[in-house]
């Protein structure tokens, strides 16, 4: 029979690993942009940062908020293939879990992590059977990364795989990237909308907590040789919609 002192010491651990107390400890290293996008808990919501923001540690902290919320939640992030997805959150996964304790297990050939009963699993969408991987499944968070290159289909994939998963437990669909040269389409539609969107999160690497005491964005500009009028320095840098006359794309 356990001692009084080791039924203490287990319950103690058992809350340091538990979902909701992983989120709290995750949440300390968010800025507050970062934390008003994991906070937000319209059911649509669109954000365009810019590049270098924080965007892939906001995605995390909103999964970790998710498992929180509900015992078996079930979180799907897509990105346009399997491969990028793995590319963009594995390592990064892995280097908070460790850091922060988060309690995850990783199940890398199956691209998901778990805790407990809950899970977060790795999809891709450029491609139409990828997506079909989703049909038929039930999510509590949805989250599809760099939306700006979604393919001529992509409403098709909102409304007819993503849309029906979640019902169940009135899940939360956000969609997030860089804005695109194209000013138009689904994601455009989605950044703009005055109804039905949750919209306003929009930040830059000057607002990202890593770059603490540093100018990103005067680096940025020196590094790769931007002027502050250039299109690219202000669609990927400071994430804003600009018509590229050069691509002839409207």
């Not at 923001?53 to 992030?77: D, E, N, W």
């Amino acid at each position: 029979m356990p001692s009084d002192e080791y039924k203490r010491l287990a319950s103690q651990l058992a809350g340091f690993q538990s979902p909701r107390s992983a989120y709290e400890r995750f949440r300390r290293i968010l800025g507050p942009e970062q934390l008003a996008l994991c906070e937000d808990d319209s059911p649509q919501i669109a954000a365009h940062p810019g590049r270098r923001a924080g965007k892939t540690t906001s995605i995390l902290g909103k999964a970790l908020r998710c498992f929180g919320a509900r015992p078996g939640a079930r979180v799907a992030y897509f990105a346009p293939t399997d491969d990028q997805g793995f590319g963009i959150v594995w390592d990064d996964l892995l280097k908070h879990n460790h850091r922060h304790r988060l309690g995850l297990e990783a199940h890398k050939s199956e691209l998901a992590f778990t805790s407990g009963a809950c899970r977060f699993e790795i999809f891709g969408f450029y491609q139409q059977k990828d997506v079909e991987r989703a049909r038929g499944r039930h999510f509590d968070l949805a989250i599809v990364d760099e939306s700006q290159l979604g393919p001529d289909w992509f409403s098709y994939f909102l409304s007819d795989v993503l849309s029906p998963a979640l019902l169940d437990y009135n899940g939360q669909l956000v969609l997030i990237g860089t804005p695109g040269p194209a000013a138009s389409g689904p994601f455009f539609d989605a950044c703009h909308a005055l109804e039905g969107w949750s919209n306003q999160h929009h930040w830059t690497c000057a607002q990202n907590p890593f770059f603490a005491g540093r100018d990103p964005l005067a680096e940025a500009r020196q590094r790769y040789h931007l002027t502050p009028d250039s299109i690219t320095y202000k669609r990927e840098w400071l994430g804003q919609w600009i018509v590229d006359p050069d691509a002839l794309l409207y």
